[in-house]
C-alpha cells in the first residue's frame, strides 16, 4: 500500500475511499475512470457495492452474496462519486440512501510500504 492521500488509499491499482453510509471502504479498480483529485474524487461509472460485513456476520462465502435469493436482501450501496461528493442512489440500503454527503477524510493513519 502506498502512502494515504487526502480521502483515497491507493493499493495494487485499487483506489479507496470511506463510505459513511456502510460506515466501511469501498474501492474501485482501474476499470473505473478517474480524475486523478485525491481530495475531491470523481469516479465514474456509478458504484455498486454489496455489504462485506454480512458475508462476515453470517459466515458466507463471497459467491453466496450473489446467490438469486441474497441479492434483493443483501445491503446494497448504490453511488456516484463526483467531485468529492457521494451521491447515493434511492436502491442503497443503508440511512444515507437518496442523500449526498462528501467523501470523508481516509479514517486510518498514513501507511507507508
Not at 502506498?2 to 469501498?26: E, R, T, Y
Request: hydrophobic letters at 40%.
Amino acid at each position: 500500500m502506498s502512502k494515504v492521500k487526502g480521502v483515497l488509499s491507493v493499493a495494487d491499482n485499487v483506489l479507496m475511499f470511506w463510505c459513511p453510509g456502510c460506515d466501511d471502504v469501498h474501492g474501485v479498480s482501474k476499470s473505473w475512470t478517474f480524475d486523478g483529485n485525491y481530495d475531491a474524487p470523481t469516479f465514474s461509472p456509478s458504484i455498486l457495492f454489496y455489504g462485506r460485513q454480512k458475508l462476515i456476520d453470517e459466515g458466507l462465502e463471497w459467491s453466496a452474496l450473489f446467490a438469486p435469493d441474497n441479492v434483493t436482501t443483501a445491503p446494497r450501496c448504490h453511488s456516484f462519486v463526483t467531485a468529492g461528493q457521494i451521491q447515493f442512489l434511492s436502491d442503497s440500503t443503508h440511512a444515507l440512501a437518496g442523500q449526498t454527503v462528501p467523501v470523508p477524510a481516509w479514517p486510518y493513519a498514513e501507511v507507508t510500504p
